[in-house]
């Protein structure tokens, strides 16, 4: 189940600790980060899209740097005790996921920045011109903006503009269009499912 492409991973559908993805490599684009760090990584079809998507961007006069891509159970355990030092639990129940319930576990989300938003992960990059350019195009390379305006209450984080979430283009494309979080999504497919359970446990006579 975890080699799904629209796996959800959040605050109550966690990972298991010793969970690594099996075809972790280095992306090729733009990285603040050096060569070796594990965050330049991501999973093989998750890392070719997102190749695909920064060289259409770079055609495009658009330089986005890749911030953070793949991060171990551990890491996100190591992150999680040093933001509780620094910003405290209400930040970190914001922003941070618990480990195991980081997508950053998956290899398959990667957050972006640009010079412009100062290579951080800000409010004020999705009013970049590089900002503007990946929310309309990563749906068209299988990404989705994973955590959007509006929408806390049902994914448990705030906005998040530079987290993208490869899931397929088909699933991207049908998320953008219908406006779902991939929390949604599941939801809908488990009624969808259900559903189809209840009918065909009707019979006739």
């Known amino acids: 189940m975890y080699k799904n492409y629209d796996i959800l991973v959040n605050k109550t559908n966690r990972l298991p600790e ?3 993805p099996p075809d972790l490599r280095e992306v090729r684009i733009p990285f603040d980060a050096p060569p070796g ?3 330049r990584q991501m999973r093989e079809e998750a890392a070719r899209a997102a190749e695909a998507l920064f060289a259409r961007a770079a055609a495009s006069g658009i330089t986005l740097y890749g911030i953070s891509g793949y991060r171990s159970y551990e ?5 999680i005790a040093d933001r509780l030092k620094e910003a405290g639990p209400v930040h970190v129940g914001k922003y941070i ?3 195991g319930g980081s997508e950053h576990q998956t290899g398959l989300s990667l957050d972006v920045s640009c010079e412009a938003a100062g290579l951080d992960l800000v409010d004020g990059f999705a009013d970049t011109q590089e900002g ?4 309309r195009f990563a749906p068209l390379y299988g990404f989705i903006l994973r955590y959007p305006r509006h929408k806390e209450e049902i994914t448990g984080y705030a906005w998040e503009p530079w987290h993208i979430r490869y899931v397929t283009k088909p ?3 049908y998320l953008t269009k219908t406006d779902l ?3 949604e999504y599941h939801n809908l497919k488990t009624s969808i499912s259900g ?3 209840a009918a065909d446990g009707d019979g006739v006579g």
């Open 181 to 183: 979080t991939l929390e």
């Open 171 to 173: 699933l991207s494309m």
């Open 18 to 20: 010793d969970y690594v």
């Open 37 to 39: 760090d594990p965050k």
């Open 97 to 99: 996921a618990p480990a």
């Open 195 to 197: 559903n189809c359970q």
């Open 75 to 79: 890491r996100q355990a190591q992150i």
């Open 132 to 135: 503007k350019w990946l929310k």
